[in-house]
């Protein structure tokens, strides 16, 4: 038989996920500034002063490096999202099975 968590273990288990969770949205909402703001800033900032063959090059290679930055952040947004939503399928499984050991016991 699987030994019965107590219910203070069972929130503080979703309470460490969910904190987890909210610390990838945290970075996935960093990179995403980081991405969107600071780097297309300086993308097109340095587009308007250097001209040439090579800056065109640059800035491409700029641009795909912005992009995979925004698909790193939203990978990590995807998953900050499912830790949340097991972790919520999780503590709310592991609440009724909590439930119907007491209705048992009673």
């Known amino acids: 038989m699987v030994p019965q968590l107590s219910e203070n273990t069972i929130k503080m288990n979703f309470a460490n996920a969910a904190r987890q969770a909210e610390q990838l949205e945290q970075l996935a909402a960093e990179l995403s500034g980081l991405a969107g703001n600071d780097l ?3 993308l097109q900032a340095l587009a308007g002063a ?4 090579s800056s ?3 800035l491409q290679k700029g641009a795909a490096l912005a ?6 952040a939203q990978a990590l947004q ?3 999202n499912d830790i ?3 972790a919520r ?3 709310d499984a ?3 099975a909590l439930e119907l050991a007491r209705v048992r016991e009673a």
């Open 78 to 80: 995807d998953a900050a």
């Open 67 to 72: 992009d995979q930055i925004r698909q790193s």
């Open 40 to 42: 297309d800033g300086s």
């Open 84 to 86: 949340y939503s097991i």
């Open 50 to 53: 250097w001209h040439g063959d």
């Open 56 to 58: 065109s090059l640059f």
């Open 94 to 96: 592991e609440m009724q």
């Open 89 to 91: 399928r999780t503590y």
